[in-house]
T-cell receptor, first 113, second 108 residues
Framework: GAGVSQSPRYKVAKRGQDVALRCDPISGHVSLFWYQQALGQGPEFLTYFQNEAQLDKSGLPSDRFFAERPEGSVSTLKIQRTQQEDSAVYLC???????????FGPGTRLTVT | DAKTTQPTSMDCAEGRAANLPCNHS???????VYWYRQIHSQGPQYIIH???NNETNEMASLIITEDRKSSTLILPHATLRDTAVYYCIVRSINDMRFGAGTRLTVKP
């Protein structure tokens, strides 16, 4: 079956631009997670949704970061006024209610110039 | 904080068993031990998880010490395609925090 997909796979933004990153989770998965992975580092938790409810956003680094999942399926991570330090791979993962494993997408590599 | 400690890197000969250690001395009773791996330029891939009993699946075995303060992931017959960064994670249901992981290099 289809896995988690993310788009775009690569995004180059000029400093100050707004970007929107999309995540299509596995159909029927209740949980959805966003992570930020800097070069050479492990993924860092950003935020977590259960259905459309954002239950944890403690990892969002600033108020320039905003995530939504309005219908409990597709999610968008928006970054306003991008900065160079936002350059990273943004990973999305989804999971079912009963299963404990998360399934990751391929990530979106964001480069801010 | 990642709650786990892993060696930065390890090498393993192709065809041999790879044993990846992880310390998690502050683990609490309801927290599971998870292992994921990340091959270059891909998203992390789930390998296995356990609470207190040893676990085995088609990919690997997980050995958890009786006091649950450490564990070992075993890849029984490592192949070149097992070269990746391996993450040991201690988590409750909705909280998964990665550390830096162990970079495993399988050599011919």
């Amino acid at each position: 079956g289809a896995g988690v997909s993310q788009s775009p796979r690569y995004k180059v933004a000029k400093r100050g631009q707004d970007v929107a990153l999309r995540c299509d989770p596995i159909s029927g998965h209740v949980s959805l997670f966003w992570y930020q992975q800097a070069l050479g580092q492990g993924p860092e938790f950003l935020t977590y949704f259960q259905n459309e409810a954002q239950l944890d956003k403690s990892g969002l680094p600033s108020d320039r970061f905003f995530a939504e999942r309005p219908e409990g399926s597709v999610s968008t991570l928006k970054i306003q006024r991008t900065q160079q330090e936002d350059s990273a791979v943004y990973l999305c993962a989804s999971g079912s209610r009963r299963a404990y494993e998360q399934y990751f997408g391929p990530g979106t590599r964001l480069t801010v110039t | 904080d990642a709650k786990t400690t892993q060696p930065t890197s390890m090498d393993c000969a192709e065809g041999r068993a790879a044993n990846l250690p992880c310390n998690h001395s502050t683990i609490s009773g309801n927290e599971y031990v998870y292992w994921y791996r990340q091959i270059h330029s891909q998203g992390p891939q789930y390998i296995i998880h356990g609470l207190k009993n040893n676990e085995t699946n088609e990919m690997a075995s997980l050995i958890i010490t009786e006091d649950r303060k450490s564990s070992t992931l075993i890849l029984p017959h490592a192949t070149l395609r097992d070269t990746a960064v391996y993450y040991c994670i201690v988590r409750s249901i909705n909280d998964m925090r990665f550390g830096a992981g162990t970079r495993l290099t399988v050599k011919p």
